[in-house]
């Protein structure tokens, strides 16, 4: 990305740390990664839930819902991949220097990518949470019915089938979501929220 020379940074009137505390939270990014059915839509929005109950701010980033809007533009080609990824990660991180708790559900099947995130991010404010379940189970739930159509050779590049996925090496949450149901994945997840942005 080029820098434009005429630009100049107008520092805010008001600082990270007073909007926090007027929030009475951190500003935190956890930035989802897993296969397609693995879980993260599902997990971010019971967060979400959870979190405006108990009266704290959250909001959901979605990959998907993303391309509707901010990124419709973009191609699944990897230059506009990187570019949507990348313009997720500065909206998110604007989000956490709002005091929100932005989670961003989003594939991201590989490190460097996930590195891109955090670098965008910055590393205090990201959190990697890895929605963790295998292949079969997410192309036995196939959600969206997109397994079945990248078997038929319908969809180019889809993860798990034709495109690899790197799982994170030290996740700051890992959550097996094969193995147990929605409530108890939800309630680890809000638990790690209370202790790393909510104290
Ligand atoms: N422990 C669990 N946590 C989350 N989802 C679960 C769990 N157990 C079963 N599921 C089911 O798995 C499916 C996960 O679908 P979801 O749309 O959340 O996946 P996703 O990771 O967002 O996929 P995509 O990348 O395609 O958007 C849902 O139907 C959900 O009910
Ligand atoms: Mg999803």
């Not at 391309?67 to 699944?76: E, K, Q």
């Not at 949450?173 to 309630?187: F, K, N, P, Q, S």
């Amino acid at each position: 990305m080029t820098k434009q020379p005429n630009l100049f940074w107008h520092p805010s009137a008001v600082t990270a740390k007073e909007r926090e505390a007027l929030l009475k939270q951190r500003g935190c990014v956890l930035w989802f990664t897993g296969y397609s059915g693995s879980g993260k839509s599902t997990l971010a929005r019971a967060l979400e839930r959870k979190m405006i109950d108990a009266g704290h701010l959250a909001y959901v980033l979605d990959g998907d819902n993303v391309r509707h809007g901010l990124n419709a533009g973009l191609t699944f080609s990897d230059e506009d991949r990187r570019e949507n990824l990348r313009r997720v990660a500065e909206v998110a991180k604007l989000f956490a220097d709002c005091g929100i708790v932005c989670a961003v559900s989003f594939i991201s099947p590989t490190r460097e990518s996930r590195r891109r995130a955090r670098e965008i991010v910055g590393p205090d404010r990201f959190m990697e949470v890895y929605i963790d379940a295998d292949l079969d189970t997410c192309e036995t739930r196939d959600v969206k019915g997109l397994y079945a159509r990248a078997r038929r050779g319908e969809i180019p590049d889809f993860t798990g089938v034709s495109s690899p996925y790197e799982p994170p090496e030290a996740p700051d949450l890992h959550l097996r979501t094969a193995a147990r149901d929605v409530a108890a994945c939800a309630d680890e997840l809000l638990a790690f929220v209370q202790d790393r942005c909510l104290r």
